[in-house]
């Protein structure tokens, strides 16, 4: 999937184009792109000192994957996405509830936790 598609939300970490969703510093080298049809659901969940709140970057679980994100110590939400794998990719945007908004608009089924 290229990135190059019309930008429907974008904070710099994480953008959402026509065609899917990009996650940059996923990897150590470079960013994932998850088409919308590759997602299978997606969970909004709540965050906290105990909850991935204060995990920049990486798993401390190896079952959940964030992206990095300095600026997640001053969040609360995150969204789990589900791409029938083990490792469940975890993104904190700035804006949640747009990226909740564009990821429905294109089919993608999100619930809350």
Known sequence: MSDTGALEYDDGRI???SSGLVIRVYYPWGSKHIAYGKIR???RRQIGTWSGQWRIWGSGD???WFNLDPGRTKKTSALEI??????LPVITPDDTDRVVAVLRAHGVEVTDS
């Not at 589900?82 to 490792?87: A, C, E, Q, S, W």
């Open 82 to 87: 589900d791409l029938g794998r083990t490792v």
């Open 15 to 17: 953008s959402c184009t």
């Open 62 to 64: 190896l079952k959940h």
């Open 41 to 43: 659901s997606v969970r």
